[in-house]
């Protein structure tokens, strides 16, 4: 489709991001998640997998995470909880014909 669009760069700055509820409470604002996201793990991934509020002409997404360090260094258990919940993500939206990518950055 010639109006088909990569959705724009959500850039998740991670700076002062030390724990999950702030990571969850950020990701929401920045990703533009539905009022009634749960602020856990099961909704997070189920907002990442459900992007009903995107235009649907939509080809894919872009997640930029940078500053990963400060998450890490303080609970990094919950970072690989967040790797492995994007990676879930970009698997499932393959299995829908459609692009996720998610870049990391310490």
């Keep these: 489709k010639g109006n ?20 969850l409470n950020h ?3 920045v990703m533009k998640f539905p009022s009634h996201f749960g602020n856990n793990w099961d909704a ?10 995107v235009d649907e ?3 894919g997404y872009l997640v930029y995470f ?11 258990s919950q970072l690989e909880t967040v790797i ?3 990676q879930d993500a ?3 939206w393959q299995g829908e ?10």
């Excluded at 088909?4 to 990571?23: A, M, Y």
């Excluded at 997070?44 to 509020?53: A, H, K, V």
């Excluded at 940078?66 to 990094?76: G, I, M, P």
């Excluded at 014909?97 to 310490?106: D, E, H, R």
């Design 4 to 23: 088909s669009t990569i959705h724009g760069l959500k850039d998740l700055e991670g700076k002062k991001i030390e724990k999950k509820e702030q990571f």
């Design 27 to 29: 990701a929401a604002v």
């Design 44 to 53: 997070f991934y189920d907002c990442l997998t459900d992007m009903e509020w």
């Design 57 to 59: 002409e939509t080809r």
């Design 66 to 76: 940078d500053h990963t360090d400060a998450f890490a260094n303080h609970h990094e």
């Design 84 to 86: 492995e919940l994007f």
């Design 90 to 92: 970009v698997e499932f």
């Design 97 to 106: 014909g459609k692009s996720m990518l998610v870049l990391l950055s310490g």
